[in-house]
């Protein structure tokens, strides 16, 4: 650390930074007293008050859990309805008038207590169970409800495990608190999911990642895992438990297997926010020292730095950083310096990474046009050898010749752009040599406005796609129709060469067309769907992702696939394009 010397002398930044650092350590230790004393308060008044909050609650749940215990209990022994069910077959006119008026004495219980709550009942002589409220759970839980409730009720045990005692049992993966009232062959049931039981709790106030639960008598949640958020839960590391106080609340309710737990958690950010009104009677006390002290600050070591920082950030017509200011402050001094060398290191950086990247396209851009499918040529060759030994020798003449030209365009030169109509005429002929083969499988269509002759595209662009076609929509059972048609749109103040190309086959499937429309790659792990991925790089690196693809499967079926692309710059080499 430098020492003070003689007047005008420059001194390092460490110097004025230890009389700050100085001052806020003072400060921080009074602001940690403070802290510490409020969030203390605030904990024990937040913690009484969700302890009040949640007792209440509780309270109420008990009373309902009473009455409906009674209520139950009560339509068991004296309901007329019931004994009308029991007594009669349950296809007669009584046991059907009788199950209505149950169903409406119990639905307006539930519009009382909560829709949350179902209720059920269970004639045991004759077997029959079914809801006397309308449910809220799927058909899947209710069938496994049943299954679990007719297996208590077989239990000789349920009295003591069931009745006037709300209890949690699992159906399907989701806890719901059940309580079974017998009476001699008759059963009437109540039941509530975990989840809605607690989400009144849920609405209180717990801290950013509080939460309210439900526990059984071991201690296990049986209500979702979720904060008073409605996030997941997330395993608590270490540094956040640090930094995060914990109350845990615990209520029981009365007559139940299970109770509820409540972890308030007020973060960090939260405490110095409680805080704040407290530290305000800091700043007065030191308001006139840190005025001095930055008053200070800001004329020996803010200025110069804000001088450095707008330097920075201009440069000469010619690249160079500009000369700086001479400043009372060494690190700054040595910086002027320093700032010149790593402006021109990043400089030629920047064009060695360039061209590496040029490299890499040109080479990308060489293979994916070379890549073809070498058992195309052998298919070629066994259809001509078939036709051979059958002697149809034009077909010969004519597969032959239209093998040889399909070949030599692929094998043309490396232009990175064709004639559109060279193109359509390469098509054509290889739907020519795949019809020779699959003979009346399908037939195809080729449209082509005349003002779109004379456009340009990437090579081999068409034919990825018609092999798509033919490789997926092609049966023996049906005739497909594959049909290109190709059109020139002004789209968003610019002509467009729009090419549409269709089959009439099952379309693409339905994981592999949500992927291409949200530009995800496919799976090539397998060696598939290579043709169509390097078909898309190509178009983004040539067009400079101005160019757009779109699939998707029409209402009346077949697959469909639309190419948008832009009118090429007049003049324009290939890397001048890429660039």
Known sequence: MAKKSAAGKPYPIRHYVKITILISF??????????IASISIVKQQSTRYLQDTADLYINRINHDFAYINHYMGWTLANDESLNMMNAHDKNSKEFINS????????????????????????????SFFLNCAPISMDYTNYQELKKQIISFIDDKEVYEKFYSRWTPILVNGNYYIINIVPFYN????GLISADDLITPLRQINLGANGYASLVDESGTDISSPVSNKGKPLQKETGLQNLFQSRTTISSDFSGTAFSAKMVIKFGAFEKIMIAQLLIMLLFFMVTSTLCAVMLFFNRRVLG???????????????????????????????????????VEQIRNFKIAMYEQELEKQNIQLDFMKQQIKPHFFLNCLTSIYSMAQIQMYEEIEQMAMSTSKYFRY???GSEDFVLLADEIEHVRIYLDIQKSRYRDAFIYQIEQEGLSRDMKIPPLVLQTFIENSIKYAISRADEIQIKLAVKRRRIEEQQMTVIQISDTGPGFPEEVLEK?????????????QIGIMNTLKRLEYLYRSKATVSFFNPAEGGACITLCLPDLPELSTETEYIL
Request: hydrophobic residues 35%.
């Open 304 to 342: 110069p730095i804000q001088n450095f920082s707008e330097n920075l950030a201009r440069l000469n017509e010619d690249g160079q950083p500009v000369d700086f200011k001479s400043s009372k402050i060494i690190e700054l001094e040595q910086a002027n310096a320093q700032f010149k060398d790593l």
């Open 410 to 412: 692929i094998f043309q």
């Open 26 to 35: 003072i400060v921080l230790i009074l602001d940690l007293i403070i802290s």
């Open 516 to 528: 291409l429309k949200q530009g995800q790659a496919l799976d090539q792990s397998k060696g598939t």
């Open 99 to 126: 199950n209505e008026d149950l169903h409406k004495r119990f639905t307006e219980l539930q519009k009382n207590y909560g829709q949350e709550y179902n209720f059920f009942f269970y004639l045991k002589n004759q």
């Open 186 to 189: 008759r059963y009437l049931v």
